[in-house]
């Protein structure tokens, strides 16, 4: 079945540092989604990339989708204690005749102030 | 209003006992899903419904059944409650193969 690996699986930074977090997909995806999960919270959706070599920016998060969709990452520049938690990547396939969403194991991110 | 609702937010029980989670959208979405959140923080899918229809049955235990009286609902009734099923679980929605929108998660503890 469609496995996919997210690493590092953790990561502290210092507040004003850059994060990254990579995604890889065993299969090539029809799209991809990146959600964050506060502390105690539940998974909320950032975004989601569709075209292969697509590039989404919201204010400091920018997401890359590869040329051969199978892989993606999440870019936080000059991350703020309002960053922390876990992001999840989530990749989409229709191949198998029905649409199934694989989620990452997630990437726990730490800022220190 | 809230979009997607769970109840109870948290579920405290015996080994061996059977229990219901609920879990309700005002989206309109045609999709509903069950993930399982272990103490790693894994999302696992468990289930989706589409239109009322099983399309997703993960190899989870049979003791786990999804009922959907409409489109609105997925219920999750769990048989014969074991140390191991203890963990968060989310119910999510989405319109197609969009974005999913989560609940706040009910969190199971089976002592």
């Known amino acids: 079945g469609q496995q996919v690996m997210q690493i590092p699986q953790y990561q502290h930074v210092q507040e004003g540092e850059d994060f990254t977090t990579y995604c890889n997909s065993s299969t090539t995806l029809s799209n991809i989604q990146w959600y964050k999960q506060r502390p105690g919270g539940h998974p909320v959706f950032l975004i989601q990339?569709?075209?292969?070599?697509e590039v989404k920016k919201q204010k400091r998060l920018t997401f890359q989708f590869g040329e051969a969709k199978k892989n993606s990452s999440l870019h936080i520049t000059a991350t703020q204690t309002t960053d922390v938690g876990t992001y999840f990547c989530a990749g989409g396939d229709s191949g198998a005749g029905s649409y199934q969403l694989t989620f990452g194991k997630g990437t726990k991110l730490s800022v220190i102030p | 209003d809230t979009a997607v609702s769970q109840t109870p937010k948290y579920l405290v029980t015996q080994m061996g006992n059977d229990k219901s989670i609920k879990c309700e959208q005002n989206?309109?979405?045609?999709?509903m899903y069950w993930y399982k959140q272990d103490s790693k923080k894994f999302l696992k899918i468990m289930f989706s419904y589409n239109n009322k229809e099983l399309i997703i049955n993960e190899t989870v235990p049979n003791r786990f059944s999804p009922k959907s009286p409409d489109k609105a609902h997925l219920n999750l009734h769990i048989n014969s409650l074991e140390l191991g099923d203890s963990a968060v679980y989310f119910c999510?929605?989405?319109?197609?193969?969009?974005?999913?929108?989560f609940g706040p998660g009910t969190r199971l503890t089976v002592l």
């Open positions: 990339l569709v075209k292969s070599g």
């Open positions: 999510a929605s989405s319109h197609t193969t969009n974005e999913q929108f």
């Open positions: 989206l309109g979405h045609d999709t």
